[in-house]
């Protein structure tokens, strides 16, 4: 039987994790991506998503932000090489998690349990019913974005491996003077927030491709219908 100190230990961390939410404080890690240069960045067919082609990782962009699966893990950054933040699975948006596994450099073996190569990971066979009913309860009934794709920050081009800013405050600095694309996914929006990033003005006019229409779920609904990621 626990103690009452550890009995209010408990209630006090688990009370704790429910406030923080998708991020709390910011703590980054390594992965698999150290590229010398600002990657080349190709749309994935029918979704708000781009992938870059000649990058030896599974990174995407989405929604103002670099993503990388590695380790079984998600990570997120608004600039191509980090540093990153872990994203935890119940977070990580629908649409990300759609890309079909054809786009994944380095796809994990269950990738291709019960699919094919053209849909996506079945990410509920793998983490779990309990991860799939969380996720849903974030995002059911949500459509934030509508299928937009944002524009990529080609304001990062002019940065390679020799002079790219490391320090938060000079990434975020930077950011907000060249990149006014606001997020519309809650995760992505406190991504920004918590690296101090608030770009200002107008959406950034920049040419990208045409729009998606939006994707179909496996139940008949659109983004963040509350169904599993289709490809189930």
Do not use: C
């Not at 990174?59 to 590695?70: M, N, S, T």
């Not at 509508?146 to 490391?166: I, K």
């Amino acid at each position: 039987m626990k103690s009452p100190l550890r009995q209010f230990l408990s209630i006090v961390a688990v009370a704790t994790a429910a406030f923080a939410g998708p991020v709390a404080a910011q703590e980054y890690f390594d992965t698999d991506v150290d590229l010398p240069a600002y990657p080349e960045m190709q749309p994935v067919e029918g979704l708000p998503v781009y992938w870059a082609p000649a990058v030896d990782a599974n990174y995407f962009f989405y929604d103002g932000l670099f993503w990388d699966f590695y380790n079984d893990g998600w990570y997120a950054s608004p600039w191509y090489n980090g540093p990153w933040s872990y994203v935890d699975p119940v977070y990580v948006p629908t649409y990300v998690l759609w890309v079909p596994v054809r786009y994944y450099h380095h796809p994990a073996p269950y990738f291709h349990h019960g699919g094919g190569h053209d849909k996506p990971p079945r990410w509920g066979a793998h983490w779990g019913p309990h991860w799939q009913q969380a996720h849903n309860r974030v995002y059911a009934g949500q459509r934030p974005s509508q299928g937009e794709r944002a524009p990529l920050p080609q304001y990062q081009r002019q940065f390679t491996r020799a002079n790219y800013p490391r320090a938060a405050q000079q990434q975020a600095q930077v950011h907000n003077q060249n990149y006014a694309w606001q997020p519309r996914e809650q995760v992505v929006r406190q991504q920004y927030q918590a690296r101090g990033m608030q770009p200002q003005g107008r959406i950034a006019q920049q040419q990208h491709p045409q729009q998606p229409q939006q994707p179909q779920s496996a139940g008949g609904q659109g983004h963040h219908g509350g169904n599993e990621p289709r490809g189930r």
